[in-house]
C-alpha cells in the first residue's frame, strides 16, 4: 500500500500480496523480481527475465459499467503486476485489484475519498531497468501527456524518467516528448468516439519498453 505525504507521494510498498492473506512482501517482491532499496522504491532483481505487466485505467466501475469483465479478469491472472492509472470509482474494483494481483495503482480525479486514502495520486517505481512515473491526469485533453510528465518530472526531480503511465483522457496513446515514453492505455470502460475500451500490455527486458495496445468490448 502507498501512502500520501503531504503533496509527494513515496512508495512504501510497490508490492502488495496476491491474496489478502496470503504471501508477505518479501516473498511478493521475489515472485515478480524487485526488491527494496533505501530511497523506499523497488528495483529490479538482476538475472530477471521479461516482466509483463497489465496497465489498466479509468474502469469507472459503478459508472460506466457494472463490473469488471470477467474474461478480463481471467486474462488479468497470467500477469506478474496490474498497473492501474486510476478512477476506479468504486473501492470495490480497487480491493478485487490489490487481492487478486501483485498492484500498483494511483487515485484519479472521480474517485473516492477511501481510494484517495489507500492511494497515491502518483508513484515511481524502476523494473527491469526502466524507471517508471504513474499518474492520472486532470483538467482538458489538450497537451495532457506533457502536463503529467511535468508534473512527475516537478515532484521526483532527481528521478530520470524513461516511461510515464497516465489515463484520464479515456484515449489511447503512445508517444516520445523528450525522450521519454509516454502511454495512456485508455479506458476500460470504454474510449471517445469508440464503441470499445482498451488496456495494453508492457514488457520490460533489460531496459527495453515494448507495448501493447488491446481492445475490450464494453458491456
Known amino acids: 500500500m502507498t501512502k500520501l505525504r503531504g503533496n509527494k507521494c513515496h512508495v512504501e510498498k510497490s508490492v502488495n500480496s496476491r491474496k489478502s492473506s496470503g504471501i508477505n512482501l518479501k516473498n511478493a517482491a521475489k515472485e515478480t523480481g524487485i526488491r527494496r532499496r533505501k530511497d523506499n522504491r523497488y528495483y529490479p532483481i538482476p538475472g530477471n527475465n521479461t516482466v509483463e505487466i497489465a496497465v489498466l485505467s479509468d474502469s469507472h466501475v459503478g459508472q460506466r459499467i457494472e463490473h469488471f469483465p470477467q474474461d478480463l479478469l481471467r486474462e488479468l491472472k497470467r500477469f506478474d503486476a496490474i498497473m492501474h492509472c486510476g478512477d476506479y470509482t468504486s473501492s470495490s474494483a480497487l480491493t478485487v485489484l490489490q487481492e487478486m494481483f501483485v498492484f500498483h495503482g494511483v487515485a484519479g480525479n472521480m474517485d473516492n475519498s477511501f481510494i484517495r486514502n489507500n492511494l497515491c495520486e502518483s508513484l515511481t517505481l524502476k523494473l527491469e531497468g526502466v524507471r517508471i512515473g504513474m499518474m492520472h491526469g486532470w483538467g482538458t485533453p489538450d497537451m495532457l501527456n506533457r502536463k503529467v510528465l511535468d508534473a512527475l518530472r516537478d515532484k521526483y526531480p532527481d528521478f530520470n524518467l524513461n516511461l510515464v503511465l497516465y489515463g484520464h483522457s479515456h484515449k489511447p496513446?503512445?508517444?516520445?516528448?523528450?525522450?521519454?515514453?509516454?502511454?495512456?492505455?485508455g479506458s476500460v470502460?470504454?474510449?471517445?468516439?469508440?464503441?470499445h475500451g482498451s488496456w495494453g500490455i508492457l514488457s520490460l527486458s533489460n531496459g527495453i519498453i515494448e507495448w501493447e495496445l488491446r481492445q475490450i468490448e464494453v458491456e
Open 173 to 185: 496513446s503512445d508517444e516520445f516528448i523528450d525522450g521519454v515514453r509516454i502511454i495512456n492505455p
Open 189 to 195: 470502460s470504454g474510449n471517445v468516439h469508440s464503441s
